[in-house]
């Protein structure tokens, strides 16, 4: 089966008794399969838990690890108490992290701006480079997705630019707004659990290894570097809804080569060995950093897509 059939066919699987989440879905598939990290932003109540428990269901024999954070969490609660038998035995500081995030393959971390420094700056390490430091050994991990969650943008001044920048893709999570797909969700009690639900079409770790061989293959044309460069010009000057005021948003290099693996992941589920313009299309999602810039990046991009046909 082709890469594309097979994507789409897993997608549907997924998105099965969703309501208006299909966008939140299958950008954080792409985002895994890029091996990346996803910020949802949204108030609560809005399904964002929902859609890290449906990225489970893309991975065979998937273990997944969710926490909710606050002011009290511990570095314990998220990456494993420290074991007291290797202390006692071999006097090493280790923690026993089977059933916590280093072991796990796709984590969910909710309201992910409460939680402290010392969290915080371990998940610098294990977002960007998928390594943990456990005692004196330095560890792989198994992580596809890192999924966050939170109802408001991380406080200015407290040191959190860092892991803000690490999530690739930053989606707004709003309530379902239409009326029809309002009243089937209502009416929808299948819609409870069902994550339970075995997906036929889900990704082997052997699969996604070899998936991620290939996307480093996929190549960029010149027409595609020369549509980034105009959106990075368009970003020292955007253009705020609603007033005369222009911005110069900041994108990292990083941020940009980021961006750049996940446009060669999209031309890949596409069945293509080459980036393609459409491939941008969902870039802007990257590229704000405060939501009223969102609307006005993505015409930025939008632009930046035609100004060859115009």
């Known amino acids: 089966m082709e890469i594309t059939e097979r994507i789409r066919l897993l997608l549907s699987e997924m998105n099965r008794g969703v309501y208006e989440k299909e966008t939140e879905i299958n950008l954080s598939l792409l985002v895994a399969l890029a091996g990346e990290s996803v910020l949802l932003l949204g108030p609560p109540g809005v399904a964002k838990s929902m859609v890290a428990r449906r990225l489970k269901s893309a ?22 108490p420290v074991s007291i038998s290797r202390l006692k035995e071999s006097d090493k500081y280790e923690r026993a992290i089977d059933g916590y995030l280093p072991t796990s393959d796709v984590v969910f971390l909710d309201e992910i701006w409460k939680a402290g420094p010392a969290i915080q700056n371990t998940l610098l390490t294990v977002i960007n480079e998928k390594l943990f430091r456990n005692g004196d050994k330095e560890l792989r991990l198994p992580l596809k997705l890192l999924v966050a969650a939170s109802n408001e943008l991380p406080a200015q001044g407290e040191g959190l630019e860092a ?13 379902v707004k239409q009326e029809e797909s309002f009243y089937k969700m209502l009416l929808d009690d299948s819609a409870d659990h069902p994550e339970t639900t075995a997906c036929e079409w889900q990704i082997s770790d052997r699969e996604y290894a070899e998936w991620q061989a290939e996307i480093r293959r996929v190549t960029l044309p010149l027409d595609v570097l020369s549509c980034i460069t105009a959106i ?22 990083r941020r940009w080569k980021n961006i750049v693996k996940l ?17 941008l299309l969902p870039v802007y999602h990257c590229l704000w950093s405060e939501p009223d810039e969102s609307l006005a990046i993505r015409d930025i991009v939008i632009r930046a897509l035609f100004v060859p046909h115009t």
């Open 59 to 80: 991975f065979t024999d998937a273990r997944a690890f969710e926490y909710l954070m606050s002011r009290f969490s511990t570095p314990d609660e998220i990456f494993g």
């Open 263 to 279: 446009l060669k992941t999209s031309a890949f589920v596409h069945g293509r060995t080459e980036v393609s313009l459409t491939d």
């Open 163 to 175: 892991l803000w920048d690490r999530f690739l893709i930053r989606i707004l999570c709003t309530c």
């Open 232 to 253: 990075r010009r368009g970003l020292t000057s955007v253009e705020m809804q609603d007033s005369d005021l222009h911005r110069n948003v900041y994108v990292s290099d």
